[in-house]
Every structure is written in C-alpha cells, then in structure tokens.
T-cell receptor, first 115, second 112 residues
Framework: NAGVMQNPRHLVRRRGQEARLRCSPM?????VYWYRQLPEEGLKFMVY????????ESGMPKERFSAEFPKEGPSILRIQQVVRGDSAAYFC?????????????FGPGTRLLVL | DQQVKQNSPSLSVQEGRISILNCDYT??????FLWYKKYPAEGPTFLIS?????DKNEDGRFTVFLNKSAKHLSLHIVPSQPGDSAVYFC???????????FGTGTRLTVIP
C-alpha cells in the first residue's frame, strides 16, 4: 500500500513563474490537505479538499494560490506569479473517510525555491 | 496566533535515557492530539496520538501524557535510541474542524 506521493520533490522557479505541485493520496483515502512549512516554523494548514470539492480553504492566501482535486488524477496546488516569500516546503496529507480526519498521513513534501 | 506551542527548539539526550518532549496548547476545544516525527527532507510520520478522554496512551517505547487542566501534553521515549534523532512535532485537532494545528517542533538528538 503506497503512501502519499508528491512530485516534484524539488522545484526551482524564477519570480513571476507558475509552480504546480502534485499530490496523490494513499489508496482508499478521499481527503487531501495541503500544508506549508516556512523555514524554522511548524506546518501551517492551507486547504482541505475532497474529490472535486474544496471543503476549507481558510489557510490559503487570497491571491495567486489555488488548489484542486479532480475526479481523476492527483490533487494540484498551483501558485501563480511566484515570489521569493513562497519558498517553502509544501506537504500534502491524506486521511480516510469522514470520522478519521484527525489522523493524517503525510507525503515527503515538495521543496519550492523561488530565485 | 500559535495555538500549539513547543517551547524547546532542541533537546539532547544520552542513548538509553528517557527523552521528554513537551507541548502546550491554548485552545480548550482541541480534543485529539498527535505526535509526528520528521527526518530531514521527508514528510512528518505519525507516531502516536491521544484522545482528550484519556490521560495516557502507550505504544512500545513511546508514551504520550495529557494534562487537560494544564493544557499540556508530553511525549516520553524510553529508552532513547540514536535512530530517534529527528524533529518532533506536536499537533492538535478539534472535532468539526478540518485541519491539524502544529507546534514549531523540537529537534531531538540522541547521543550514542
């Protein structure tokens, strides 16, 4: 049973470019969460999705950031017109169906570096 | 607003001794607490959890204690092993919410 998969593991972008981060949840998990970890900080919640639905995006910056979890394929976190402050580790987590939201299993993360 | 706090950024312990990692929270609505272990360049790995209806949960060398009145929990690792060296994150969850709230982590170094 493969764990949560994220790709790419490392991503380098120049200011103004777009970053696209992918996450495939564990088999049987229908809930996906995105977290961001800035240097020397803990993980901060960004967005919670189920298939084809954004359930909670209260932690997502209002501009330039978007997320989706289509019926087929991985969840995608998209950052448009990246700035240096977007440099961070972005972690995806997944959990089983409702009632088990508290135990989230994390992927290895995507480390984004904006030059 | 840091609702989960780990005030010790680092801890060094001799192999074979007990490691005690501490965590405080401010939101009394949290009803589930977790500890994650994280190695460099990897994602956090779930270690152990505790519901607010309990005050202790044990799994092998790892025990988590919860003191609700003090809004404090701790992770005990005994005996500590060099492979336990990692960053440990405390996280909290509130039923009805959608996300975990994380502390800033404690870097544990177990000295052989």
């Amino acid at each position: 049973n493969a764990g949560v998969m994220q790709n790419p593991r490392h991503l380098v972008r120049r200011r103004g470019q777009e970053a696209r981060l992918r996450c495939s949840p564990m088999k049987g998990h229908s809930h996906v969460y995105w977290y961001r970890q800035l240097p020397e900080e803990g993980l901060k919640f960004m967005v919670y999705l189920q298939k084809e639905n954004i359930i909670d995006e209260s932690g997502m910056p209002k501009e330039r950031f978007s997320a989706e979890f289509p019926k087929e394929g991985p969840s995608i976190l998209r950052i448009q017109q990246v700035v240096r402050g977007d440099s961070a580790a972005y972690f995806c987590a997944s959990s089983p169906g409702s009632g088990r939201l508290e135990t989230q299993y994390f992927g290895p993360g995507t480390r984004l570096l904006v030059l | 607003d840091q609702q989960v706090k780990q005030n010790s950024p680092s801890l060094s312990v001799q192999e074979g001794r007990i490691s005690i990692l501490n965590c405080d929270y401010t939101n009394s609505m949290f009803d589930y607490f977790l500890w994650y272990k994280k190695y460099p360049a990897e994602g956090p790995t779930f270690l152990i959890s505790i519901s607010s209806i309990k005050d202790k949960n044990e799994d092998g060398r790892f025990t988590v204690f919860l003191n609700k009145s003090a809004k404090h929990l701790s992770l005990h690792i005994v005996p500590s092993q060099p492979g336990d060296s990692a960053v440990y994150f405390c996280a909290a969850f509130r039923t009805g919410a959608n996300n975990l709230f994380f502390g800033t982590g404690t870097r544990l170094t177990v000295i052989p």
